[in-house]
């Protein structure tokens, strides 16, 4: 079992910073690959990030490649997104989830959710 809580949301301008936080609890932390999604209103949830484990391989959306970086915490039990330069496109509530599989490659993939945490980027 993996219970995921999501901090660090809030309300800024275009071309300013956010650090997105996950809390994961679990026993085994090493035991799952971690991803960012994210959904904006009136659209599907999208894929952000991937950090896969064992290994620590990133994987980014183009269209945050450059801007977001995936990272994780093994003493802290949490990863985290910081996001730099945002724009307004990057408004959405942003999900942690866990995946039991090594590299996954659909969103069916990661079993486990947390609740979201809101963006909004304003010109």
């Known amino acids: 079992q993996v219970q995921l809580v999501e901090s660090g949301g809030g309300l800024v301008q275009t071309g300013a910073s956010l650090r997105l936080s996950c809390v994961v609890n679990?026993?085994?932390?090493?035991?799952?690959?971690m991803g960012w999604f994210r959904q904006a209103s009136g659209k599907e949830r999208e894929f952000v990030a991937r950090?896969?484990?064992?290994?620590?391989?990133?994987n980014y959306a183009d269209s945050v490649n450059g801007r977001f970086t995936m990272s994780r915490d093994e003493d802290k039990n949490e990863v985290y997104l910081q996001m730099n330069n945002l724009k307004g496109e990057d408004t959405a509530v942003y999900y942690c989830?866990?995946?039991?599989?090594?590299?996954?490659?659909?969103?069916?993939?990661?079993?486990?959710w947390g609740q979201g945490t809101q963006v909004t980027v304003s010109s």
């Open positions: 950090l896969e484990w064992p290994g620590a391989a990133t």
């Open positions: 679990t026993r085994n932390f090493n035991s799952w690959t």
């Open positions: 989830a866990a995946s039991s599989i090594w590299r996954p490659t659909h969103i069916s993939e990661y079993a486990y």
